[in-house]
């Protein structure tokens, strides 16, 4: 059963099949004994259900395609997303790859991330298909700015260029293979993870170790900024080999490295775009499995991580306005006896009906058309807890538990990174911050005040009392340490637990005094630091620090460009790499 239904034409289709079930249902009951309002539900069923499988007989026999970007039908569905609620459109996909051995220069094009914060234009953009054409984009280039790109996910400048931009799309295979009891996969860079799980699944009934809440990102763009999940180190942690091209040494020739041990491959784990290109990775595999899953609705942080032993793998979500908190408690079943329950069934179609479409599509004209805190707050506080169930226990496949549909509607984040000892300390304080830049209160208990008058930041705070008001649920997670040179949770003998605050917003930057604000108060009190491809105002002074392998990274980065193509104005501000 191949996929066939787009982004765009799933939110249309759930969104018409939800309001006929609503018809069809209401008519039912009007008309008792009459079947009248019967073809409406049956229709919306059936359009809902596609949404959520993603596949429609119809469409196949039409040949039609949505999830292909230059479809007809796909423009159609995204110009109406686009106009109706700012959805999610890849500009990128538009654009044509530069052909290598013409060599001629190319117009500048316009490249637009997933959250559409971040844009740049670079004088050359390549497409290559092999290694050979790498080595001589390289080589070509020795004295620009090179970066790769994957999915363009990535909030953060991380991924931009105005030199050169290579688009790994073409580097997409999948190599599986057995070793004993083991199974082994080598994965081409530009690989999207939601065709690597279904590949490793169907090719020899195994999975990733840890998966993020969604899947369009590709492995190396994943693995460059510590890509995490919950519950698990990142996805960097398990690459064992790494497949790069940089330059050499010596000759200040392009050239491939392979690194699989040492602080080599420990660096190009989390490499942030700066230890090279990376062609392929290679890691070991676990056998698919199952998880079970329960939600828990508690009003107390203590109470939400109370869980966490028995259900490793829990997130938990925290409603503003109503300050409560839905856990999301998971452990992982290893046997393959167990099935799918249909609660599981029923909890997958609920979320993507209410949470994944109905909560968004409220949520957005509230937030950027109406823009009334009295409505968004009556929709937070009353409404959202009941949009989100409180599900009783139920077991489903672990990439369908694990993986939402958060990227149908284009947003941006910032995610911290605390320390587990002061996470408790972290939740409430920014429960306050988010209290005081909304108005609701005038003044942070003197426990708070005495703490941020002594970082210097009380002020700042004050003087933003009643300036943004935030309109969505906060997600904690918990990240296991790493074994990588950079990564978030690297060289950590606890683990961290992360914190996402995110804004639909059209205008992104609304949200930047009060993220700021976040980022600068939990890295003075806590050590918090913040994920490389999320929003990121902190800088080298404060990130420095946080990373005791940072130095040895940037003189690894060195040995293998030493003219510093790699890096950009992100990687140098952040990362302090001077004046490359
Ligand atoms: C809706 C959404 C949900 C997300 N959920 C999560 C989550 O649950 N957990 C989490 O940790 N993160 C999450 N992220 C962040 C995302 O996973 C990271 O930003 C990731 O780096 C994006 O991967 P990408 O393929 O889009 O790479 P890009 O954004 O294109 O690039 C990111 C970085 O990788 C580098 N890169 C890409 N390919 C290569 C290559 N071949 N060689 C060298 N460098 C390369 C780029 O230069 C850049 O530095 C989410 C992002 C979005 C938009």
């Known amino acids: 059963m191949k996929k066939n239904i787009g982004t765009e034409e799933r939110i249309f289709r759930s969104l018409v099949g939800s309001a006929l079930i609503v018809i069809g249902f209401t008519w039912l009951r009007r008309r008792k004994g009459r ?4 073809d409406p539900a049956v229709l919306g069923a059936i359009l809902t259900g596609t949404a959520i499988t993603k596949f429609c007989p119809l469409n196949a026999l039409l040949g039609i395609d949505t999830r292909r970007k230059r479809h007809p039908f796909t423009r159609v569905y995204q110009a109406l997303g686009g106009i109706i609620f700012s959805s999610h459109r890849q500009d990128l996909l538009a654009m044509e790859g530069e052909a290598i051995k013409g060599k001629k220069p190319a117009e500048p094009q316009r490249v637009t991330n997933f959250g559409k914060n971040v844009r740049f234009s670079p004088m050359h953009f390549y497409t290559p298909k092999n290694e050979s054409e790498i080595l001589a984009i390289l080589n070509m280039h020795s004295k620009y700015k090179i970066r790769a790109i994957g999915s363009l996910h990535a909030w953060s400048e991380v991924a931009a260029s105005d030199d050169v931009t290579i688009d ?3 580097f997409a295979q999948v190599q599986v293979e057995r070793k004993e009891d083991e199974v082994w996969a080598t994965v081409g860079a530009g690989c999207r993870l939601e065709d690597l799980i279904h590949t490793l699944h169907k090719q020899a009934g195994v ?7 969604v899947t369009e990102q590709t492995i190396a763009g994943t693995i460059s900024t510590a890509t995490h999940g919950s519950g698990m180190p990142s996805m960097s942690h398990f690459i064992e080999e790494a497949r790069v091209a940089a330059y050499d040494s010596q000759t200040g020739e392009a050239r491939i490295y392979d690194w699989s041990e040492g602080p080599e491959l420990r660096a190009a784990r989390c490499g942030v775009g700066c230890t090279g290109v990376i062609l392929s990775v290679r890691f070991r595999c676990v056998p698919s499995y199952s998880i079970e899953q329960s939600v828990a609705r508690v009003s107390t942080i203590d109470e939400a991580l109370a869980s966490e032993s028995e259900y490793p793998l829990q997130q938990t979500i925290l409603i503003p306005y109503a300050w409560e908190y839905f856990v999301y408690q998971r452990r992982p079943i290893h046997d393959k006896q167990v099935s799918t329950s249909w609660m599981a069934y ?3 179609a609920h979320w993507f009906v209410v949470v994944d479409v109905l909560f968004h599509t409220t949520l957005l004209p509230l937030v950027n058309v109406v823009g009334s805190r009295r409505l968004i707050r009556w929709f937070l506080r009353d409404v959202t807890p009941l949009m989100l169930w409180a599900a009783p226990p139920h077991t489903d496949d672990s990439a369908e538990v694990l993986v939402l549909e958060h990227e149908l509607f284009s947003h941006l984040e910032m995610e911290l990174f605390v320390p587990a000892r002061h996470i408790r300390e972290a939740v409430k304080l920014l429960t306050k911050v988010m209290s005081l830049f909304a108005g609701d209160i005038k003044r942070v208990p003197p426990q708070w005040e005495d703490q941020l008058e002594s970082i210097g ?9 009643d300036t943004y008001f935030h309109h969505y649920p906060i997600l904690v997670r918990r990240i296991m340490p790493d074994d990588t040179l950079i990564s978030m949770t690297s060289e950590s003998e606890e683990p961290y637990y992360s914190i996402s605050v995110f804004t639909y917003y059209r205008d992104r930057s609304k ?8 980022a600068f108060s939990m890295n003075r009190l806590y050590g918090a630091g913040l994920h490389w491809g999320k929003h990121f105002p902190l800088n080298n002074a404060e990130i420095e620090p946080l990373y005791p392998r940072l130095k040895e990274f940037r ?4 040995r293998v460009d030493p003219n510093g193509v790699f890096r950009n104005s992100f990687t140098r501000r952040v990362l302090g790499f001077g004046e490359y």
């Open 35 to 38: 079947t009248a309002g019967l």
């Open 168 to 170: 790994m799309r073409h």
């Open 207 to 213: 999975t990733l170790p840890t998966v993020p809440a």
């Open 346 to 348: 029923l909890f997958r």
């Open 457 to 465: 930041m009380l002020e700042e705070l004050y003087r933003n009392r």
């Open 511 to 518: 949200i930047y005094p009060m993220a700021n604000f976040l």
């Open 555 to 558: 003189e690894l980065c060195t």
